[in-house]
């Protein structure tokens, strides 16, 4: 038999514990997304390093083989640099400021972050390299 003053502790341990797993539940699908798009930011710089490496005198190409090789997260060509030190060298970078799902961590983070992915690369062709983008 149950006695009176335990009815509602069921309810209260459950309005304590929900809170607290739907934070940890939302907290692990804003890591898991933002190590994705960080994973295919890098991705994407790797495939313009390799196709510069092979072009390197024309970062348009470059940069819209970047774009394309991207469907999630979806990046424009001002999010994409291109550059080419000394001629030797190729130089890829990806930016993507990607909003957080969760708003519990707002306070702390902020609603975004920003994800930055550099690939550097040899040049593998006799064409000249520009050096400005």
Excluded at 116 to 132: F, K, Y
Aim: hydrophobic share 45%.
């Amino acid at each position: 038999m149950k006695r009176v003053a335990d009815q509602g502790v069921a309810l209260v341990e459950f309005a304590i514990v929900v809170p607290l797993l739907l934070i940890m539940v939302f907290g692990a699908m804003d890591v898991g997304r933002l190590y994705f798009e960080q994973v295919a930011l890098a991705d994407a710089a790797q495939e313009g390093a390799f196709y510069s490496s092979f072009e390197p005198d024309d970062h348009t190409k470059t940069t819209t083989r970047v774009v394309e090789s991207l469907n999630d997260p979806a990046v424009t060509a001002a999010d994409v640099t291109v550059l080419c030190p000394g001629g030797a060298r190729i130089i890829v970078s990806v930016e993507k400021e990607v909003q957080h799902l969760s708003p519990f961590f707002t306070p702390f983070w902020g609603s975004s972050t920003t994800l930055r992915r550099t690939v550097e690369g040899e040049v593998h062709s006799t064409a000249t390299c520009d050096p400005t983008p």
